[in-house]
């Protein structure tokens, strides 16, 4: 049986970068446990303090498919190339000569959303551009 699996992005503003990726996967931000009206709720009861409420966030599936992306708060900026990203891949399926259109919708969307387009690539076959979400953690579009 494999392992489930979640990706963590760090972030100084959990919460914004949720929305974003929410919308940029069609995913939803999770959604407090049952039982709670919301996630200050929810932490109130768990002895939480109120100035680390703010200091994650996460968005999810909502077919249950997809991984859990889970956003916390760090105190330092990015510095530095990821070595780990995600690749969102809207030209799976679609015929390689479609594949530049496709992409560059989906870029153009994403850049409205807030994230920035950095590199564009064609290379053995493929192609991708290298975009950074809002706070500059990079992601590929395929």
């Given at each position: 049986?494999a392992?489930?699996?979640?990706?963590?992005?760090?972030?100084?503003?959990?919460?914004?970068?949720?929305?974003?990726?929410?919308?940029?996967?069609?995913?939803?931000?999770?959604?407090?446990?049952?039982?709670?009206?919301?996630?200050?709720?929810?932490?109130?009861?768990l002895?939480?303090?109120?100035?680390q409420?703010?200091s994650?966030?996460?968005?999810?599936?909502?077919?249950?498919?997809?991984?859990?992306?889970?956003i916390?708060?760090?105190?330092?900026p990015?510095?530095v190339?990821?070595?780990?990203?995600?690749?969102?891949?809207v030209?799976?399926g679609?015929?390689?000569?479609?594949?530049?259109?496709?992409?560059?919708?989906?870029?153009?969307r994403?850049?409205?959303l807030?994230?920035?387009h950095?590199?564009?690539?064609?290379?053995?076959?493929?192609?991708?551009?290298?975009?950074?979400?809002?706070?500059?953690n990079?992601f590929?579009v395929?």
């Amino acid at each position: 049986m494999a392992t489930r699996l979640q990706v963590v992005i760090d972030a100084h503003h959990p919460a914004t970068v949720a929305e974003f990726w929410a919308a940029a996967l069609g995913y939803v931000v999770q959604p407090p446990p049952p039982g709670y009206d919301s996630w200050p709720a929810f932490l109130s009861e768990l002895g939480v303090p109120e100035d680390q409420w703010e200091s994650r966030s996460a968005v999810v599936d909502p077919d249950g498919t997809g991984p859990r992306i889970f956003i916390q708060q760090v105190p330092e900026p990015k510095t530095v190339k990821n070595r780990v990203h995600l690749d969102v891949q809207v030209g799976a399926g679609v015929e390689p000569a479609e594949r530049p259109g496709v992409v560059a919708g989906e870029v153009e969307r994403l850049t409205g959303l807030g994230a920035s387009h950095l590199r564009t690539y064609d290379e053995m076959g493929e192609h991708w551009v290298v975009m950074a979400d809002p706070e500059g953690n990079e992601f590929c579009v395929s």
